[in-house]
């Protein structure tokens, strides 16, 4: 079974600050999700990669596939970009209805 | 617009009642989900369906049941034997597997 890490737990910006938020896992695996969940609950997915570097917008997602690490990147960062970040894999030699999800990093940016 | 819609927003419990939560898609995918998430843990999922009639266990099925009856709709039902239901549930869904999962609003069940 895949294990997902992600840090940090928590992270509090200033406004205008570069972000970076982490994803380890254990197993290797055929794609990487983030997903950005918001204060009243819903889930937004940001990203799906396999192998290199996606950018939409101020976000950059990277993945290092012989390492098996992921980051999520922020540039210029705003108080609307407060939410908790979701890294999710597959379960080892499972499908997409058996995603493993990390415990999030909740992001603070304070104006 | 297209989107998934998960009613009601908050629904509570009563002991040894069992409550269902909607879930609704008009996305056209053929693949849904159903998560729990608990505070300071990472979603983790109840059931999935990858086609209308047909379902598979999650990581955490027991006490609940779902139907997949239509293609929009994937319900999901809370029975008395879910002793801990207390939780945010949110459902999901896909074209197909291994492609973007969109989610709804989510569902915040408590009980009384």
């Known amino acids: 079974k895949n294990e997902v890490e992600q840090s940090p737990q928590n992270l509090t910006a200033q406004e205008g600050e570069f972000i970076t938020i982490n994803c380890s896992y254990s197993v290797g695996i055929s794609a990487l999700h983030w997903l950005q969940q918001h204060p009243g609950g819903g889930i937004v997915s940001l990203f799906m990669l396999s192998s290199g570097k996606k950018k939409h917008g101020r976000l950059i997602a990277t993945i290092n596939i012989q390492e098996k690490h992921s980051s999520l990147h922020i540039t210029a960062s705003h108080p609307r970009d407060s939410a908790v970040y979701i890294c999710?894999?597959?379960?080892?030699?499972?499908?997409?209805?058996?995603?493993?999800f990390g415990k999030g990093t909740k992001l603070s940016v304070k104006p | 617009d297209g989107g998934i819609t998960q009613s009601p927003k908050y629904l509570f419990r009563k002991e040894g009642q069992n409550v269902t939560l909607s879930c609704e898609q008009n996305l056209n995918h053929d693949a849904m989900y159903w998560y729990r998430q608990d505070p300071g843990q990472g979603l983790r999922l109840i059931y999935y369906s990858q086609i209308v009639n047909d379902f598979q266990k999650g990581d955490i099925a027991e006490g609940y049941s779902v139907s997949r009856e239509k293609k929009e709709s994937f319900p999901l039902t809370v029975t008395s034997a879910q002793k801990n239901p207390t939780a945010f549930y949110l459902c999901?869904?896909?074209?197909?597997?291994?492609?973007?999962?969109?989610f709804g609003p989510g569902t915040r069940l408590l009980v009384l």
């Open positions: 999710a894999v597959p379960t080892f030699g499972g499908s997409q209805g058996n995603l493993i």
């Open positions: 999901a869904s896909s074209i197909g597997e291994m492609e973007t999962q969109y």
